[in-house]
């Protein structure tokens, strides 16, 4: 069974960091990317960076040269490093596989970022 267990949340104010932890079921993590998710309320989840097992990295133009994701292969660990915070970042973060057969069915619980003005 896939387990996603994410941390690091909170509520930060503006301009300030979060480092944000996914640890993964060995299973998903050893042989796929990995990627960091976020939904807002009333709108669809979609991928905000993506890892690759060898390391290449791919971020949406919303967090570009504002966020960093990197992986720990030993500990399947996923992590994000999120700078430069602003308010449009507050979401549920969520990690999960990046993959043609799309993102695993089953989530782990999320972390909420929320960033005051």
């Known amino acids: 069974q896939v387990q996603l267990v994410e941390s690091g949340g909170g509520l930060v104010q503006a301009g300030g960091s979060l480092r944000l932890s996914c640890t993964a079921s060995r299973s998903i993590f050893s042989i796929n990317a990995m990627g960091w998710y976020r939904q807002a309320p009333g709108t669809q989840r979609y991928l905000v960076a993506a890892i690759a097992v060898g390391g290449t990295t791919n971020y949406a133009a919303s967090v570009k040269g504002r966020f960093t994701i990197s992986r720990d292969n030993a500990k399947n660990t996923v992590y994000l490093q999120m700078n430069s915070l602003k308010p449009e970042d507050t979401s549920v973060y969520y990690c999960?596989?990046?993959?043609?057969?799309?993102?695993?069915?089953?989530w782990g619980q999320g972390t909420q970022v929320t960033v005051s003005s």
């Open positions: 999960n596989r990046v993959s043609n057969y799309g993102p695993a069915p089953s």
